[in-house]
Structures are given as structure tokens and as C-alpha cells.
């Protein structure tokens, strides 16, 4: 499903630019400072997720008027993933 494709692609890349973020956050509180190259790299992880964010945005809003049931079951599997398991169920 494109839909479920876009959101795992949109999720991998908020993980990228996050991990990153937390990298720079780290060296700068060690006192280290931030180089053009990981600035670039930041500014390029940010700009392909916002990216993927438009491109699931289009297709979830597409899916809801072509098939509105289709749509309702993305969302209910995105919040299902995104439902943590409890301790003991999994």
C-alpha cells in the first residue's frame, strides 16, 4: 500500500534527523560546535523528511477519497504501531 510506504518512510527518516539532532545536542554540551558539514547534513535530513511528511500527507488524504474504508484501516494500523506493548503481551 503507498499510504503505509509513505509512513515508514516519513517514520525512518523523523529517526534519522532525530538521532542526528541528539548527536549535535551531545558534542555541544561537551562544548563541541557544530561543522557546515553536519549543519548540511542536518538541513539535508530535514528537508527529506518534510519531504516524505508531503508525500504521506497526498496519499492518506487521496486514500480517504477513493476509499474511505482503505483509509480508515491505515489509521487504525498507524495507531496500532504506534500503540507500545504492554509488559507480558508481546
Do not use: C
Given at each position: 500500500?503507498?499510504?503505509w510506504?509513505?509512513?515508514l518512510?516519513m ?11 541528539q548527536a549535535l545536542?551531545?558534542k ?5 560546535y557544530?561543522t557546515?558539514q553536519e549543519a548540511t ?13 508531503r508525500a ?7 486514500l480517504?477519497?477513493?476509499d ?6 491505515l489509521v ?7 500503540t507500545?506493548?504492554e509488559?507480558?503481551?508481546?
Amino acid at each position: 500500500m503507498p499510504a503505509w510506504n509513505a509512513y515508514l518512510a516519513m517514520d525512518v527518516s523523523k529517526q534519522r534527523h532525530y538521532r542526528l539532532l541528539q548527536a549535535l545536542d551531545k558534542k555541544h554540551e561537551e562544548g563541541g560546535y557544530q561543522t557546515t558539514q553536519e549543519a548540511t547534513r542536518l538541513a539535508s535530513l530535514l528537508e527529506t523528511h518534510d519531504a516524505n511528511v508531503r508525500a504521506f500527507k497526498q496519499l492518506v488524504q487521496a486514500l480517504a477519497r477513493i476509499d474511505l474504508a482503505a483509509h480508515q484501516a491505515l489509521v487504525e494500523h498507524i495507531t496500532l504501531w504506534n500503540t507500545p506493548l504492554e509488559a507480558g503481551n508481546g
